[in-house]
C-alpha cells in the first residue's frame, strides 16, 4: 500500500480524539486486512503513539485480587493508536 492509499484508509476508520487529533482501534486496523503491518507501521511514522489504557482499581468482591492483578504490565498489545494533530485531513 502506498502513503495516501493509507492515509485514506486511516482517515476513513478513525475519529477525533479530545487532544485535537485522531484515535483509530486496533480492532480496526486489524479488520482491514493483511496490510495491518503496514498500517501500523504508518501510524508509528506519522508519530502515532498508543494509547495508555486506564488502570482497573477493585477494592472490595469475590473477584478484586483478579481485577487488580496486573497480569504481567504491558502484556497485550494497545487497543487504541491516537495520532497528533494535523496528520489527517
Do not use: C, F, K, N
Not at 486489524?30 to 496490510?35: E, K, Q
Not at 508509528?44 to 486506564?54: K, L, S, V, Y
Amino acid at each position: 500500500m502506498d502513503d495516501d492509499t493509507i492515509r485514506i484508509l486511516v482517515a476513513r476508520l478513525s475519529r477525533p480524539h479530545h487532544s485535537g487529533g485522531a484515535v483509530i482501534e486496533r480492532a480496526a486496523i486489524i479488520a482491514a486486512g493483511p496490510d495491518s503491518a503496514a498500517i501500523l507501521a504508518w501510524i508509528a511514522a506519522h508519530d502515532g503513539q498508543p494509547e495508555t489504557a486506564a488502570s482497573v482499581v477493585a477494592t472490595q468482591g469475590l473477584h478484586s485480587a483478579r481485577l487488580s492483578d496486573s497480569g504481567g504490565v504491558g502484556s497485550s498489545p494497545p487497543r487504541r493508536y491516537v495520532l497528533p494533530p494535523g496528520v489527517l485531513p
